[in-house]
């Protein structure tokens, strides 16, 4: 009876504390929305990595040439229902470092027999940076010497890229795509990689827990009240 009678204060403080966190959440979306909205930035050719936190979820513009040879598959990826991986490759910036571009996702029958496309020459893409992917208890242990990447462990796939000797910085950029539906399906029939959308993709469950806990309150302060009937 003690804890039933403890239980509406327990799960009213439970429901305060991640309306808190729900506004922490929401202001935090907004500034990277205005971070999203500036200029793309020109990457330097020797990029400070000890500014890139506070530049996560900038545009960057860059140029180079792709290093096919070192490209990294993760997988599985789904888009939109339909199974494949993402394309992660290298690219060489003339005059400046190489830095790791997620150039977005093929389907599988690309993928497999390694089948997409491959751009030579010099390209100019348009990217968001990001930093290591986090992942989960479920996400295996990436086997670089096999070619199996699950999540992108950033200074793993710099190593697997030649390493900081061979002029790779543990940057990455996940490469954005604007168009239409049209245009990613004719992609996807071309094994042509589909980058992300320049949208903010934080997780925001807090709403969620909001109501959850604020509702076991009202039901565990019902509970107590309700009258016993012999
Ligand atoms: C990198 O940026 C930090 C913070 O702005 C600065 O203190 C440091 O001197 C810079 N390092 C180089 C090599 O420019
Ligand atoms: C790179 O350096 C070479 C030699 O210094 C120079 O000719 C070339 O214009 C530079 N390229 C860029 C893109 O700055």
């Given at each position: 009876m003690l804890l039933i009678g403890f239980m509406p204060f327990f799960t009213f403080g439970l429901g305060t504390w991640q309306l808190q966190r729900l506004k922490w959440k929401v202001n935090l979306i907004d500034e990277l929305e205005e971070k999203l909205q500036l200029q793309p930035l020109s990457l330097p050719?020797?990029?400070?990595?000890?500014v890139i936190p506070e530049f996560v979820y900038r545009k960057v513009a860059l140029k180079g040439n792709w290093d096919h040879a070192h490209t990294m598959i993760l997988s599985p990826r789904v888009r939109e229902g339909v199974h494949g991986v993402h394309v992660v490759t290298p690219l060489v910036r003339e005059n400046g470092s190489t830095v790791l571009v997620d150039r977005g996702f093929v389907s599988n029958d690309f993928a497999f027999d390694s089948s997409f496309q491959k751009e030579g020459g010099e390209v100019e893409i348009l990217g968001m940076l990001r930093t290591s992917q986090p992942r989960n208890a479920f996400t295996p242990d990436n086997k670089p010497e096999e070619g199996k990447?699950?999540?992108?462990d950033v200074n793993a796939m710099t190593d697997h890229a030649g390493g900081e000797q061979a002029g790779v910085q543990p940057v990455f950029v996940e490469q954005i795509f604007e168009g239409h539906a049209g245009e990613a399906g004719t992609r996807l029939s071309k094994g042509i990689p589909i980058g992300r959308a320049p949208t903010i993709d934080l997780r925001n469950a807090h709403l969620s827990y909001v109501i959850t806990w604020y509702s076991l309150s009202a039901l565990t302060t019902f509970m107590k009240r309700k009258p016993k009937r012999n």
């Amino acid at each position: 009876m003690l804890l039933i009678g403890f239980m509406p204060f327990f799960t009213f403080g439970l429901g305060t504390w991640q309306l808190q966190r729900l506004k922490w959440k929401v202001n935090l979306i907004d500034e990277l929305e205005e971070k999203l909205q500036l200029q793309p930035l020109s990457l330097p050719p020797k990029i400070n990595l000890s500014v890139i936190p506070e530049f996560v979820y900038r545009k960057v513009a860059l140029k180079g040439n792709w290093d096919h040879a070192h490209t990294m598959i993760l997988s599985p990826r789904v888009r939109e229902g339909v199974h494949g991986v993402h394309v992660v490759t290298p690219l060489v910036r003339e005059n400046g470092s190489t830095v790791l571009v997620d150039r977005g996702f093929v389907s599988n029958d690309f993928a497999f027999d390694s089948s997409f496309q491959k751009e030579g020459g010099e390209v100019e893409i348009l990217g968001m940076l990001r930093t290591s992917q986090p992942r989960n208890a479920f996400t295996p242990d990436n086997k670089p010497e096999e070619g199996k990447w699950y999540w992108a462990d950033v200074n793993a796939m710099t190593d697997h890229a030649g390493g900081e000797q061979a002029g790779v910085q543990p940057v990455f950029v996940e490469q954005i795509f604007e168009g239409h539906a049209g245009e990613a399906g004719t992609r996807l029939s071309k094994g042509i990689p589909i980058g992300r959308a320049p949208t903010i993709d934080l997780r925001n469950a807090h709403l969620s827990y909001v109501i959850t806990w604020y509702s076991l309150s009202a039901l565990t302060t019902f509970m107590k009240r309700k009258p016993k009937r012999n």
